[in-house]
């Protein structure tokens, strides 16, 4: 019984040995407000100054919306579009390489395919990039994403599969 008892008498004192009592701040000084004084450019309502006029041209893309764009005719519609539009590079079918291409794109206001990049590619066989990049910059028109009911830029991920037939 007492073997039991020392570890948890050792254990509890250190656990309150621990807990130190918060450290004593100082109090700040006060602040005059009545010299403070505004930045030049900033106003404190919502009106015309707050926003730049041309606030819709340089949003960024978003990467969710409320509504996210949609390819037309759905996903399997895409998936479809991207079988009958890519062509197996014959140097990676003559090397035997295949793999998954990860391209970002940004679906714009319009619904046009805008900003294609490869995020992760096939090392063993940059064609398979190249083509990826290819057939997603040739898509149809998307149905622009929306937020707050107006058409916004999206920005998109999807992964195109180059695998060859066993």
Same mark, same amino acid.
């Given at each position: /019984?007492?073997? &039991?008892?020392?570890?948890?008498?050792?254990?509890?004192?250190? &656990?309150?040995?621990?807990?130190?009592?918060?450290?004593?701040?100082?109090?700040?000084? !006060?602040?005059?407000?009545?010299?403070?004084? !505004?930045?030049?450019?900033?106003?404190?309502?919502?009106?015309?100054?707050?926003?730049?006029?041309?606030?819709?041209?340089?949003?960024?893309?978003?990467?969710?919306?409320?509504? /996210?764009?949609?390819?037309?005719?759905?996903?399997?519609?895409?998936?479809?579009? &991207?079988?009958?539009? %890519?062509?197996?590079?014959?140097?990676?079918?003559?090397?035997?390489?295949?793999?998954?291409?990860?391209?970002?794109?940004?679906?714009?206001?319009?619904?046009?395919?805008?900003?294609?990049?490869?995020?992760?590619?096939?090392?063993?066989?940059?064609?398979?990039?190249?083509?990826?990049?290819?057939?997603?910059?040739?898509?149809?028109?998307?149905?622009?994403?929306?937020?707050?009911?107006?058409?916004?830029?999206?920005? /998109?991920? %999807? !992964?195109?599969?180059?695998?060859?037939?066993?």
């Amino acid at each position: /019984m007492r073997l &039991l008892f020392l570890p948890f008498v050792l254990l509890a004192s250190s &656990l309150f040995a621990q807990v130190q009592p918060p450290p004593i701040r100082e109090e700040a000084p !006060p602040v005059d407000i009545e010299r403070i004084e !505004p930045m030049e450019g900033v106003t404190d309502d919502h009106g015309p100054e707050a926003i730049p006029a041309d606030a819709d041209a340089v949003q960024e893309p978003l990467t969710f919306a409320e509504q /996210m764009p949609e390819f037309p005719g759905g996903q399997q519609a895409m998936m479809t579009y &991207l079988s009958k539009n %890519i062509r197996y590079p014959e140097e990676c079918k003559e090397a035997g390489v295949d793999g998954r291409v990860f391209i970002a794109f940004v679906v714009d206001r319009e619904g046009l395919v805008t900003e294609v990049k490869v995020l992760r590619g096939v090392p063993a066989c940059p064609a398979l990039d190249r083509e990826a990049t290819r057939a997603v910059k040739a898509m149809p028109k998307w149905t622009p994403g929306r937020q707050n009911e107006q058409p916004v830029s999206v920005r /998109m991920t %999807i !992964p195109v599969m180059f695998k060859l037939a066993e």
